[in-house]
């Protein structure tokens, strides 16, 4: 696995408690588009979090982005959040 995946999934360990967290990247799907850059990544964050799932799914996804927002500046250009039980 890319070593940035692996940082942002220690970094959510570390931040908030989370059970399990997959990342699957898709930036493939986005190639053609016309803002598409190489050195950007477009990701999907499944998650499962008994915490995450107690607050409202803004709330939740907030709080991710918070803990990601260096990320979300220089390396994500996209950010899906899924969060389960």
């Known amino acids: 696995m890319n070593n940035f995946f692996e940082d942002i999934i220690t970094k959510l360990k570390k931040e ?3 059970e399990q967290i997959e990342i699957v990247d898709n930036s493939h ?3 053609k588009h016309k803002l598409f850059s190489r050195n ?3 990701l999907h ?3 499962k979090s008994l915490y995450l799932n107690s607050l409202s799914r803004v709330t939740a ?3 991710v982005m918070k803990v990601l927002k260096d ?3 220089n390396k994500i ?3 899906e959040i899924s ?3």
């Open 45 to 47: 964050l499944r998650i």
């Open 40 to 42: 950007k990544f477009y």
């Open 61 to 63: 996804q907030k709080e």
């Open 83 to 85: 969060i389960e039980q």
């Open 29 to 31: 799907k986005h190639v």
């Open 16 to 18: 908030i408690e989370i």
């Open 71 to 73: 990320e979300l500046s």
């Open 77 to 79: 250009h996209a950010l």
